[in-house]
Nanobody, 128 residues
Framework: QVQLVESGGGLVQAGGSLRLSCATS????????ISWFRQAPGKEREGVSC????????HYADSVKGRFTISRDNAKNTVYLQMNSLKPEDTAVYYC?????????????????????WGQGTQVTVSS
């Protein structure tokens, strides 16, 4: 049974940092791509970042490039999202998503409909 569990959210001041974790189970993490999305109140869910299997290539939304870093620890079955220089507009519920056994690379990663599995989300609030 595929499961994704996010953690690490919280309240932080603008300019601060947080590291989110996505603990996975039920599939072999190293074989599949994992993406992070976020959804702010009243807005659509948007893609934040994706990391591919294999070479571990990474992709970012323009709004977070240079501030966020996605990484994976296959031994721990966990994907991380390091978020630095946080801004109030980063406030949202953050979700990780996967689509085993299909999605191994990040092509089209920002399309929410391509993912069958989602975590429950973790709240990130950035105060000004």
């Amino acid at each position: 049974q595929v499961q994704l569990v996010e953690s690490g959210g919280g309240l932080v001041q603008a300019g601060g940092s947080l590291r989110l974790s996505c603990a996975t189970s039920g599939f072999t993490l190293q074989q599949y791509a994992i993406s992070w999305f976020r959804q702010a109140p009243g807005k659509e869910r948007e893609g934040v970042s994706c990391i591919s299997s294999g070479d571990g290539s990474t992709h970012y939304a323009d709004s977070v490039k240079g501030r966020f870093t996605i990484s994976r620890d296959n031994a721990k079955n966990t994907v991380y999202l390091q978020m630095n220089s946080l801004k109030p507009e980063d406030t949202a519920v953050y979700y990780c998503a996967a689509d085993p056994p299909i999605r191994t690379v990040c092509a089209g990663w920002e399309t929410t409909a391509l993912y069958d599995y989602w975590g429950q989300g973790t709240q990130v609030t950035v105060s000004s």
